[in-house]
Antibody
Framework: QLQLQESGPGLVKASETLSLTCTVS??????????WGWIRQPPGKGLEWIGS???????YHNVSLKSRVSISGDTSKNLVSLKLSSVTAADTAVYYC??????????????WGKGTTVSVS | DIQMTQSPSSLSASVGDRVTITCRAS??????LAWYQQKPGKAPKLLLY???RLESGVPSRFSGSGSGTDYTLTISSLQPEDFATYYC???????????FGQGTKLEIK
């Protein structure tokens, strides 16, 4: 059974870089037609897509986050990483990773991790 | 960017009620729409994708419909476990991006 586990520091200082890891078990991040992405949810608010990486390693991200986002994959460790630079209090949120499956070229998020809370001080 | 507008933002209903939540896109999205359910402190759960396809294991009381810019999620007979927040989400191919609606909180009347 596929499982995703987010991990990383729960507290990050303003202006520094937030770094999170999503470890995937029960499946490979290199499996064709799957993407892997990050979504966040500020306290009491809705969901915001951050960015994703394809099975072949190409990445794409929310343009509203401009150039602050970096997503990478490590096939040897079967994990996906997120780096968000120059954080502010507005980046305080629960961060989720999720698998995206493809249906006729469209992608949907079918498996989610439990999320990890990150606070910016 | 495509904007997704959900309505209502909150809704009170009783067990057994039929409930409909609407999501409107700022431009046509060709059924590239999913619905998620989120309970407090939990990750979202995929309910439907491609506007009307039911995810495996999701009860058949959930259904989706729509086309173009307007989509609906219907729960035919509310159960106690259905009280949660629901989000729509669209996928746009070029450039690839995802946008969520602002959510609809479904509460017990």
């Amino acid at each position: 059974q596929l499982q995703l586990q987010e991990s990383g520091p729960g507290l990050v200082k303003a202006s520094e870089t937030l770094s999170l890891t999503c470890t995937v078990s029960g499946g490979s991040i290199s499996t064709s037609n799957y993407h892997w992405g990050w979504i966040r949810q500020p306290p009491g608010k809705g969901l915001e897509w951050i960015g994703s990486i394809s099975y072949s390693g190409s990445t794409y991200h929310n343009v509203s986050l401009k150039s602050r986002v970096s997503i990478s994959g490590d096939t040897s460790k079967n994990l996906v990483s997120l780096k968000l630079s120059s954080v502010t209090a507005a980046d305080t949120a629960v961060y989720y990773c999720a698998r995206h499956f493809s249906l006729m070229g469209d992608y949907y998020m079918d498996v989610w991790g439990k999320g990890t809370t990150v606070s910016v001080s | 960017d495509i904007q997704m507008t959900q309505s209502p933002s909150s809704l009170s209903a009783s067990v057994g009620d039929r409930v409909t939540i609407t999501c409107r896109a700022s431009q046509g999205i060709s059924n590239s729409l999913a619905w998620y359910q989120q309970k407090p402190g939990k990750a979202p759960k995929l309910l439907l994708y491609a506007a009307s396809r039911l995810e495996s294991g999701v009860p058949s009381r959930f259904s989706g419909s729509g086309s173009g810019t307007d989509y609906t999620l219907t729960i035919s007979s509310l159960q106690p476990e259905d009280f949660a927040t629901y989000y729509c989400q669209q996928y746009y191919r070029t450039p690839p991006m995802y946008t969520f609606g602002q959510g609809t909180k479904l509460e017990i009347k």
